[in-house]
């Protein structure tokens, strides 16, 4: 029985040490996000728990698998990920991003970028999901429920 026990706790240190690094900084982004949709026309987005939830579980993903990619190690894309959370949407997009220090820099760097800045001003987005990974790593799901 003690060596079941160490068994299970050895399998779950490291899930949990990749917990412990996880931030939720959408409530820190929202600010900035709906200044800059609106300099854009753009209307306002809300931070969403199901949303930040598939942000996290992918950045743990990609963390655990050594991976960079918008496809989940066992072969899910975004849409799967945020209908896994209960998220019932007719838009999602998702920006990744690797190595920046803060989130002015990732927020900045996806910005600058042609294909991220589309997610952030997606007129079809109105809820996000924004978190920091282990290792700097970035993920942000962007969102419209239902339609």
């Not at 050895?10 to 996880?22: K, S, T």
């Not at 991220?116 to 993920?139: K, T, Y």
């Amino acid at each position: 029985m003690r060596f079941l026990i160490l068994a299970i706790c050895a399998l779950w240190l490291p899930v949990a040490g990749v917990a412990q690094e996880m931030q939720d900084l959408g409530p820190s982004a929202r600010n900035w996000i709906n200044a800059t949709r609106a300099d854009a026309g753009r209307g306002a987005v809300a931070v969403n728990g199901a949303l930040t939830q598939a942000a996290a579980a992918h950045a743990r993903d990609l963390a655990q698998s050594g991976a960079f990619s918008h496809t989940g190690s066992n072969g899910s894309s975004v849409g799967d990920r945020v209908r896994r959370q209960g998220y019932g949407f007719c838009f999602v997009a998702e920006n990744i991003a690797k190595g920046q220090g803060s989130l002015e820099q990732v927020l900045n760097g996806w910005l600058a970028s042609p294909g991220h800045r589309r997610n952030i001003l997606a007129s079809q987005a109105r809820e996000f999901g924004l978190v920091r990974g282990p290792g700097s790593l970035w993920v942000m799901v962007l969102g419209k429920p239902g339609c």
